[in-house]
């Protein structure tokens, strides 16, 4: 990656969408803080849990994702487990067979849930249409 030749903090540049670039600045201005403050801050959060996930749940990972579920393999126990979300926001997980578990708190980090839970928002239109 190339770094910006004129500052002394080895900064490199990076490209990221126009709309995206104008939610990150009003996220920034709202805190006071500049954007790259903002996207070193936050950036720096992601990494750091991370770091502590595979710390912690070094057997356990994220496989894949459907439109309801998260799958997380859990190598110690050699299986997969779905984890889903109810529409009253209660937890399952397929392989423990609880409401709460590893798997499930493990699976709590994926960006997966977004969309999960966004096709929740989506049905949920639709059905009170």
């Excluded at 805190?31 to 595979?54: A, D």
């Excluded at 997969?80 to 493990?106: L, P, R, W, Y």
Aim: glycine share 4%.
């Amino acid at each position: 990656m190339r770094t910006n030749p004129r500052n002394k903090e080895g900064v490199v540049n990076i490209q990221i969408y126009k709309p995206l670039y104008d939610k990150i600045a009003k996220l920034a201005d709202e805190q006071n803080i500049t954007i790259k403050e903002y996207v070193n801050k936050f950036l720096e959060g992601h990494v750091i849990t991370i770091e502590l996930m595979r710390q912690r749940f070094s057997q356990i990972m994220q496989v894949g994702a459907t439109d309801t579920a998260v799958l997380m393999q859990d190598k110690g126990k050699n299986v997969i487990a779905s984890v889903t979300m109810q529409k009253n926001g209660d937890m399952h997980c397929s392989a423990c067979k609880k409401d709460f578990c590893e798997h499930i708190f493990a699976s709590l980090f994926s960006p997966s849930w977004i969309t999960i839970l966004q096709n929740m928002g989506k049905e949920d239109t639709l059905q009170s249409s």
